[in-house]
Antibody, heavy 120, light 110 residues
Framework: QVQLQESGPGLVKPSQALSLTCTVSGGSISSGSYYWSWIRQPAGKALEWIGRVYPSGSTNYNPSLKSRVTISVDSSKNQFSLTLSSVTAADTAVYYC????????????WGQGTLVTVSS | QSVLTQPPSVSAAPGQKVTISCSGSGSNIGNNYVCWYQQLPGTAPKLLIYENKKRPSGIPDRFSGSKSGASATLGITGLHTGDEADYYCGTWDGSLGAVVFGGGTKLTVL
């Protein structure tokens, strides 16, 4: 199993963009066997799937966030990233990156998560 | 409001068995594999069950999964305090074109 680690600012101002990076170790992000996902969890609430990216760059997004989300892969750095635009306080959450096997929806490896707070 | 419905909480005594239900529809559970995650307090979710009933390496056989129609069930036997956690079901929803999760169930081992 691969290991994943999220990084990025812990505080973002309202209306600005939230940007996070997930670094993959123990395997190649270009492997044709996997896809790479972002999930978030507001404090005390349930998990919410944000979207996923395949090594080819193809993506799927949560329809409720699709207009504001971009997920991309940087193979040269073995990283993938999340950008969420026009954030509000409702976007405050712990953000997780995770990996899954292509053709399956379960996520078998998760990062430890990073808290992002949206506040002025 | 989550697409998949789970009971908010369940409880049982140490050594006993508990089941957690997950209810969906034909566009999600009814036509796709279900998985379950365990989230211990303050930690990231961990895959517990995938493809309805398979266990990843290292997950004890005290944990089991099943699916019938548009519902799925997680079973845990031989409960101990270390099992206290939030449990989430998940699957693909073909109508939404997205992974969906249940609202989570908090397990208390009394």
């Amino acid at each position: 199993q691969v290991q994943l680690q999220e990084s990025g600012p812990g505080l973002v101002k309202p209306s600005q963009a939230l940007s996070l990076t997930c670094t993959v170790s123990g395997g190649s992000i270009s492997s044709g066997s996997y896809y790479w996902s972002w999930i978030r969890q507001p404090a005390g609430k349930a998990l919410e799937w944000i979207g996923r990216v395949y090594p080819s760059g193809s993506t799927n997004y949560n329809p409720s966030l699709k207009s504001r989300v971009t997920i991309s892969v940087d193979s040269s750095k073995n990283q993938f990233s999340l950008t969420l635009s026009s954030v509000t306080a409702a976007d405050t959450a712990v953000y997780y990156c995770a990996s899954g096997v292509q053709g399956r929806s379960h996520l078998d490896s998760w990062g430890q998560g990073t808290l992002v707070t949206v506040s002025s | 409001q989550s697409v998949l419905t789970q009971p908010p909480s369940v409880s049982a005594a140490p050594g006993q068995k508990v089941t957690i239900s997950c209810s969906g529809s034909g566009s999600n559970i009814g036509n796709n594999y279900v998985c379950w995650y365990q989230q211990l307090p303050g930690t990231a979710p961990k895959l517990l069950i995938y493809e309805n009933k398979k266990r990843p390496s290292g997950i004890p056989d005290r944990f089991s999964g099943s699916k019938s129609g548009a519902s799925a069930t997680l079973g845990i036997t031989g409960l101990h305090t270390g099992d206290e956690a939030d449990y989430y079901c998940g699957t693909w929803d073909g109508s939404l074109g997205a992974v969906v999760f249940g609202g989570g169930t908090k397990l208390t081992v009394l």
